[in-house]
């Protein structure tokens, strides 16, 4: 069985998320997905959440393409996590592009284009603009 792996906030799920995780379940037979957790977003990431890290975690676990949801709790967990979940494929969008290829000889590092024309950051800005 080829794992896969990748990791987000998720938060605000929208197309781009559903389409980062079609295209990385597509290159193997389990996806894994590190969600990242609220403290994490906070304390590392200076970003707050409109959702809290249960209730992402439960919208990703939810999407067909998704194997398991383990909590993302710092930057570091990636090799680690590669390593007890033997993983053949990890995955990111090509914004993080060179950032992980740190961990090539553990397994095959991929980076997906991003969805043109959706962020969670557009997805923010325009609910606020519409209200």
């Known amino acids: 069985m080829k ?3 990748t990791y987000g906030t998720f938060d605000l799920f929208h197309f781009g998320h559903l389409e980062i995780l079609r295209r990385a379940k597509e290159l ?15 304390d590392d990431k200076e970003k707050r959440c409109v ?5 992402r975690a439960a ?13 993302e709790t710092s930057w570091e967990q990636k090799e680690s996590n590669v390593k007890e979940h033997l993983v053949d494929v990890f995955v990111m969008g090509d914004d993080w592009e060179g950032r992980f290829d740190f961990l ?3 397994c095959e590092v991929v980076y997906l284009p991003r969805t043109a024309g959706i962020s969670s950051t557009e997805v923010k800005t325009t609910v606020k ?3």
């Open 3 to 5: 794992k896969v792996i």
């Open 51 to 55: 959702y809290s890290y249960e209730e």
């Open 104 to 106: 090539n000889p553990l």
């Open 129 to 131: 603009n519409r209200f």
């Open 28 to 42: 193997g037979d389990y996806l894994i997905v590190a969600v990242s957790t609220d403290e994490f977003n906070w």
């Open 59 to 71: 919208i990703v676990a939810a999407i067909d393409y998704v194997d398991e949801v383990i909590p």
